[in-house]
T-cell receptor
Framework: KAGVTQTPRYLIKTRGQQVTLSCSPISGHRSVSWYQQTPGQGLQFLFEYFSETQRNKGNFPGRFSGRQFSNSRSEMNVSTLELGDSALYLC?????????????FGPGTRLLVL | QKEVEQNSGPLSVPEGAIASLNCTYSDRGSQSFFWYRQYSGKSPELIMFIYSNGDKEDGRFTAQLNKASQYVSLLIRDSQPSDSATYLCAVMRDTNAGKSTFGDGTTLTVKP
């Protein structure tokens, strides 16, 4: 079974631009979560989508948004990029069966903002 | 106080030794606990998950959970140089909310 895939793997943008990242979950997984990883802040939760609805949201500004499609694929968008948005963006998917929930991570998208 | 705290590293052990990684969490309502391994430049890879108090063994890895003490640990027996990585402890409160809270990680080096 294929794992979580993310595209693109690497991205270079300049301040003020916007970016869209894509995530395809493991087949059958309905929940998709997004995380930002930086050396200074570690792994931080951005938001989670289930059945095309955002169920949970972390403490990030409104410039960070996302959506989920009917096939569970998800995208996240960052508008008006800032230098501090340079990070590894990770997508994780899970079954969402309730108890015993386990998240599996994709390879990540490494974003560099210049 | 951070929600999830891991023992500060880096941790260095000789090949064949037992590596012990520790994690404490502040939210008593936490239900699920995970250990991920992350190699430099790669994404986190799930090693173990544990939901009930006690020990859970999988090959060379043993996870231990003590909810009363809000403590979870990972033991790696017969450590190998390939175990050298950063180990992340993650805690999930609500199993239907897709949110894990991570510790900062402990970097383990296994010396041949």
């Amino acid at each position: 079974k294929a794992g979580v895939t993310q595209t693109p793997r690497y991205l270079i943008k300049t301040r003020g631009q916007q970016v869209t990242l894509s995530c395809s979950p493991i087949s059958g997984h309905r929940s998709v979560s997004w995380y930002q990883q930086t050396p200074g802040q570690g792994l931080q939760f951005l938001f989670e989508y289930f059945s095309e609805t955002q169920r949970n949201k972390g403490n990030f500004p409104g410039r960070f948004s996302g959506r989920q499609f009917s096939n569970s694929r998800s995208e996240m968008n960052v508008s008006t990029l800032e230098l501090g948005d340079s990070a590894l963006y990770l997508c994780a998917s899970s079954w969402d069966r309730g108890f015993e929930e386990t998240q599996y991570f994709g390879p990540g998208t490494r974003l560099l903002v210049l | 106080q951070k929600e999830v705290e891991q023992n500060s590293g880096p941790l260095s052990v000789p090949e064949g030794a037992i590596a012990s990684l520790n994690c404490t969490y502040s939210d008593r309502g936490s239900q699920s606990f995970f250990w991920y391994r992350q190699y430099s430049g790669k994404s986190p890879e799930l090693i173990m998950f544990i939901y009930s108090n006690g020990d859970k063994e999988d090959g060379r890895f043993t996870a231990q959970l003590n909810k009363a003490s809000q403590y979870v640990s990972l033991l790696i027996r017969d450590s190998q140089p390939s175990d050298s990585a950063t180990y992340l402890c993650a805690v999930m409160r609500d199993t239907n909310a897709g949110k894990s809270t991570f510790g900062d990680g402990t970097t383990l080096t296994v010396k041949p």
